[in-house]
Nanobody
Framework: QVQLVESGGGLVQAGGSLRLSCAAS????????MGWFRQAPGKAREFVAA????????FYADSVKGRFTVSRDNAQNMVYLQMNSLQFEDTAIYHC?????????????????WGQGTQVTVSS
């Protein structure tokens, strides 16, 4: 079992930045691919970013490409999402998730464990 705890959300003005963190425990972190997803009120959960086990490969949704950066520190069991040039449309609850088996990391169905999420609110 993997436990995931997100932090770093908050209220920010449009154009601002936030850095989300996700602390993982319960399994050797370097065996896990990690993803970030978000869900806005009344909308379906959507993929944001993902990073493979050793951090060499990353994936991004088109809507965040060039603005968000996913990274990880396997020594600290942490994954991060640096969010720059935030827009009102980025307002959502952001969840990190872990994947052990691989597969298409842009799909929520391949993830095994999820954190409770952290709220990001961007004011226009």
């Amino acid at each position: 079992q993997v436990q995931l705890v997100e932090s770093g959300g908050g209220l920010v003005q449009a154009g601002g930045s936030l850095r989300l963190s996700c602390a993982a425990s319960g399994r050797t972190f370097s065996t896990l691919n990690m993803g970030w997803f978000r869900q806005a009120p009344g909308k379906a959960r959507e993929f944001v970013a993902a990073i493979r086990r050793l951090g060499a490969t990353t994936f991004y949704a088109d809507s965040v490409k060039g603005r968000f950066t996913v990274s990880r520190d396997n020594a600290q069991n942490m994954v991060y999402l640096q969010m720059n040039s935030l827009q009102f449309e980025d307002t959502a609850i952001y969840h990190c998730a872990s994947n052990l088996r691989g597969g298409i990391l842009t799909m929520s169905s391949v993830y095994d464990y999820w954190g409770q999420g952290t709220q990001v609110t961007v004011s226009s």
